[in-house]
Antibody, heavy 118, light 106 residues
Framework: EVQLVESGGGLVQPGGSLRLSCAASGFTFSEYDMNWVRQERGESLEWVSTLETTGVTHYAASVEGRFTVSRDDAKKSFYLQMNSLRAGDTAVYYC?????????????WGQGTTVTVS | DIQMTQSPSSVSASVGDRVTITCRASQDISIWLVWYQQKPGKAPERLIYASSSLQSGVPSRFSGSGSGTDFTLTISSLQPEDFASYYCQQAIRFPVTFGGGTKVEI
């Protein structure tokens, strides 16, 4: 069974930093692109970042230069380093996996971790 | 960026009703459209990918269609467990973009 478990969320002051983690199990982690998607309360989903299996990264314009994604395939873990946090970054953050190269979207999601910037 | 526009933003329907949700892309995305279902307090789950391919385990009352810029998610006979929000996502290029969502109320 595919499992993705996020952790690291919490309350942080504006301008502060936070590191989110996503622990994967139940699948061959190294074979999947990994993504962060966030959702403000009551709002739609917002893509944040993708880290491909090749190491190529993609970021939303709203987080470019402030957020950094990384992965440790040996630990089957995926990370989001968030710096210079703003109130607008307050959201539930989900990690999600995606098969590389296809246009089939994200087929496995974690339960989310809440980040509050205040 | 590719803008994704969903309509309606909410729909109230009865058990057994046919419900249709539309998603329009601001440019041609071929068939690279994904639908997700999200129940309150839960993570999204993929329902349909490549416009019309049903995710394994998803009931056959869900179907998707469309190509280019116009897409449709149909629930043929609404069930109580279908109370949820539904989101479309274009999967052709970065930045990944989602529609604004449709809340289906029973």
């Amino acid at each position: 069974e595919v499992q993705l478990v996020e952790s690291g969320g919490g309350l942080v002051q504006p301008g502060g930093s936070l590191r989110l983690s996503c622990a994967a199990s139940g699948f061959t982690f190294s074979e999947y692109d990994m993504n962060w998607v966030r959702q403000e309360r009551g709002e739609s989903l917002e893509w944040v970042s993708t880290l491909e299996t090749t190491g190529v990264t993609h970021y939303a314009a709203s987080v470019e230069g402030r957020f950094t994604v990384s992965r440790d395939d040996a630990k089957k873990s995926f990370y989001l380093q968030m710096n210079s946090l703003r109130a607008g970054d307050t959201a539930v953050y989900y990690c999600a996996r995606k098969v590389p190269g296809d246009g089939h979207g994200m087929d496995g999601w974690g339960q989310g971790t809440t980040v509050t910037v205040s | 960026d590719i803008q994704m526009t969903q309509s309606p933003s909410s729909v109230s329907a009865s058990v057994g009703d046919r419900v249709t949700i539309t998603c329009r892309a601001s440019q041609d995305i071929s068939i690279w459209l994904v639908w997700y279902q999200q129940k309150p307090g839960k993570a999204p789950e993929r329902l349909i990918y490549a416009s019309s391919s049903l995710q394994s385990g998803v009931p056959s009352r869900f179907s998707g269609s469309g190509s280019g810029t116009d897409f449709t998610l149909t629930i043929s006979s609404l069930q109580p467990e279908d109370f949820a929000s539904y989101y479309c996502q274009q999967a052709i290029r970065f930045p990944v973009t989602f529609g604004g969502g449709t809340k289906v109320e029973i």
